[in-house]
């Protein structure tokens, strides 16, 4: 059974961080590329950062590039969304996602990803 549990999210101030945890099971996870999305009360769900198979390659939604770093532990199949200087905007239910991937690239569309986790609520407060 698939499963991806996202886990650290919560209320923090603005500027301040967390950082949010999803640990993968029941996939190979060394062939599969990972992704964070978001999604706002009243707004589509949102491309936040996605990394490769490998870890070699991430990729960034404009929103957050420079505060948050994806990264992933192959070994203890979790990948890792690092966020900081948090704004009041990125308040919103957070997901991550998988997809085998062919190639050791990244992925910044929720097409293609076929499982996902069930979410971690991210509220800053201003």
């Known amino acids: 059974q698939v499963q991806l549990v996202e886990s650290g999210g919560g209320l923090v101030q603005a500027g301040g961080s967390l950082r949010l945890s999803c640990a993968v099971s029941g996939r190979t996870f060394s062939?599969?590329?990972?992704?964070w999305f978001r999604q706002a009360p009243g707004k589509e769900r949102a491309f936040v950062a996605a990394i490769s198979r490998s870890g070699a390659a991430t990729c960034y939604a404009?929103?957050?590039?420079?505060?948050?770093?994806?990264?992933?532990?192959?070994?203890?199949?979790?990948?890792?969304?690092?966020?900081?200087?948090l704004k009041a905007e990125d308040t919103a239910l957070y997901y991550c996602a998988a997809r085998l991937a062919v190639w050791d690239i990244c992925y910044n569309s929720p097409i293609g990803f076929d499982s996902w986790g069930q979410g971690t609520q991210v509220t800053v407060s201003s």
């Open 31 to 35: 062939r599969d590329a990972m992704g």
């Open 62 to 85: 404009d929103a957050v590039k420079g505060r948050f770093t994806i990264s992933r532990d192959n070994a203890k199949n979790t990948v890792y969304l690092q966020t900081n200087s």
